[in-house]
């Protein structure tokens, strides 16, 4: 079972931040927090991932509370091309990557 | 090459067809995976590969038969299949079986059975 709990869905504005939630109050210290992205019937696309700090890349930027129990990834300027279903998998060593059901972004024009 | 291939795209059979899949990666990655997608549901966890080496079986029927016949390629042979097995079937590859390398995803390939 996935040990992540995210919205459903959401809408962003287009050219505005896009920030997306997940909850993971079971994670372990040694496990890492991922996000991957899905658009529609392609393969899932790396975003980011973290264990403790908050991590920036060319795509996104991941920030995670102190106690580590949820955290946000931030779309700085979504465009249309970012509609997609965002994945948020909590994993560690020797265990698998589990989906859950994701949250569904409608980046609107 | 930080691509991992699926062929082929799109794929129709019918329940007493024998066909394969195929995925292939160059990275050098010693873990290979398929996952099982229905339409809008999250992918599912079919098998893992690691060092050529089945170490997962997620309870697959046997109509599924993987096969690893090196470190860059994977197999999924199909044989009898229902017409609920129609989905997208991906194929996944990373460093190693740990957490820290992430996943890389092929494209997929859209399987219909009739």
């Known amino acids: 079972d996935a040990k992540t709990t995210q919205p459903p869905s959401m809408d962003c504005a287009e050219g505005r931040a896009a920030n997306l939630p997940c909850n993971h109050s079971t994670i372990s210290g040694n496990e890492y927090v991922y996000w991957y992205r899905q658009i529609h019937s392609q393969g899932p696309q790396y975003i980011i991932h973290g264990l403790k700090n908050n991590e920036t890349n060319e795509m996104a930027s991941l920030i995670i509370t102190e106690d580590r129990k949820s955290s946000t990834l931030i779309l700085p300027h979504a465009t249309l091309r970012d509609t997609a279903v965002y994945y948020c998998?909590?994993?560690?060593?020797?265990?698998?990557?589990?989906f859950g059901p994701g949250t569904r972004l409608s980046v609107l024009p | 090459d930080t691509e991992v291939t699926q062929t082929p795209k799109h794929l129709v059979m019918g329940m007493t067809n024998k066909k394969s899949l195929k995925c292939e990666q160059h990275?050098?990655?010693?873990?290979m995976y398929w996952y099982k997608q229905k339409a809008k549901k999250p992918p599912e966890l079919m098998f893992v590969y690691s060092y050529e080496k089945l170490s997962i079986n997620e309870s697959v029927p046997s109509r599924f038969s993987p096969e690893c016949p090196n470190s860059s390629l994977l197999n999924l042979h199909l044989h009898a299949l229902q017409p609920e097995d129609s989905a997208l079937y991906l194929c996944a590859s990373s460093q190693d079986n740990g957490p820290q390398e992430g996943l890389f995803f092929g494209s997929g390939t859209q399987l219909s059975v009739l």
């Open positions: 990275m050098g990655h010693r873990a």
């Open positions: 998998i909590v994993i560690g060593y020797g265990q698998n990557f589990v």
